[in-house]
């Protein structure tokens, strides 16, 4: 893994970057990968913040998992998000394990691997950096920017911090704080690791392991919470796994149980246990309208982005109220905002599947969003 990440895009951000927690990181890799040809008005740039576990490999391939990109289904030639018209950006976020600075990069003090001395960050802190990227590739205003999860957090951190870069923006499936019932799961998920014996209080990669049974059970834990009650029943019911009665023992008798196995192990080959900590933390550090004595409506003052919000009906981790709490603030601030609430029972992760009405109005907003931009830099 160590050899593919080394061909992968990145640039090295020489500007000091104060961390909410007050130290400072220069000089440090910031990785990204692009799609789309950015056109010589530099007008159809739409970058793309992506959730927890995943990277700055939208569509196509990836080439260090050799898995298909996590948003498949909306990037791409040809579809939503269509490659042959935009342009799209997304860079791997600072804490992650993907190319850009991390807990397993090595500290140049130690000349070790971070680990648990890798400064926390915050969600502010990721696109302070991600900032940068623009700046390189040349891109003074987006077409749009959009992500899911913690991507929508990220959006919307953004554009309340930088107002004037996005000209069309897609918080999806987010929240502007995270819940209570929310960073319990996330503890939940820290505290498995930190059980793995093999973790060692981080230092694990000092003999070049991974804390294996702590880190899927961590993704097991977020796994369930990205689907819906019904959706779940409906596909797995109490069905059992390739077997026609119960073994009585502890092995996976039911399809849901292999399931949750075979989706923890199979994150454990893709990413690192001690990024898990420093993401899932900055998510739960997100509160945006404590960052504003005004609350969340002083955040969005003087908004010129124009907002569209879409929540899905079986979410219940980042639930429609919480969705509408921002479209609220956003109407109440005078931002050109609308919402959209996709009726599905796939749950949380219906942002990363084949649901039509999601896609289409995905399209539609950005299609339209592309002629207006035009049209507003010719007057």
């Known amino acids: 893994m160590k050899s593919k990440l080394e061909n992968i895009k990145k640039i090295i951000v020489t500007k000091p970057l104060k961390l909410d927690c007050g130290k400072t990181i220069n000089n440090f890799p910031l990785a990204y990968e692009t799609y789309g040809k950015l056109n010589k008005d530099k007008d159809n740039a739409i970058l793309v913040f992506h959730a927890l576990t995943g990277d700055q490999f939208v569509s196509g391939t990836n080439p260090v998992t050799n898995k298909e990109g996590w948003w498949v289904t909306a990037v791409g030639p040809g579809k939503a998000v269509d490659t042959n018209k935009y342009f799209v950006v997304c860079a ?63 959006l919307l951190q953004f554009c309340s911090t930088f107002p004037n870069r996005c000209f069309s923006a897609i918080p999806i499936a987010c929240s502007a704080s995270h819940s209570a019932q929310n960073i319990a799961l996330n503890e939940l998920a820290r505290q498995a690791i930190m059980a793995d014996p093999v973790w060692d209080k981080g230092k694990y990669f000092l003999k070049d392991v991974q804390p294996k049974n702590g880190l899927a059970v961590a993704r097991m834990v977020g796994h369930i919470s990205y689907l819906s009650e019904k959706g779940m029943q409906e596909k797995f019911g109490r069905k059992l796994q390739e077997k026609a009665d119960y073994e009585f023992s502890f092995n996976a008798d039911f399809q849901v149980e292999s399931y949750l196995r075979h989706q923890g192990y199979a994150f454990v080959e893709r990413f690192d246990a001690n990024s898990v900590l420093y993401i899932t933390r900055a998510m739960d550090y997100f509160d945006l309208s404590k960052q504003f004595k005004g609350g969340l409506v002083e955040a969005f003052k003087g908004q010129k982005t124009k907002f569209l919000i879409i929540s899905f009906s079986s979410d219940w981790l980042y639930t429609t109220k919480e969705n509408k709490d921002i479209v609220i603030a956003l109407n109440a601030s005078g931002a050109d905002v609308s919402y959209s609430e996709i009726v599905t029972d796939k749950g949380h992760d219906s942002f990363l599947l084949q649901v039509p009405d999601f896609l289409k109005t995905l399209k539609s907003f950005i299609d339209s969003m592309y002629e207006k931009f035009k049209n507003e830099k010719r007057i």
């Open 92 to 154: 791997n976020v600072i804490g992650g394990c993907m190319g850009s600075l991390g807990p397993k990069d090595i500290n140049p003090e130690t000349k070790q691997p971070y680990g648990l001395e890798f400064p926390v960050i915050t969600i502010r802190d990721m696109i302070r950096a991600q900032e940068s990227l623009l700046d390189h590739l040349g891109i003074k205003k987006l077409l749009c920017a959009t992500g899911g999860s913690m991507g929508g957090m990220q």
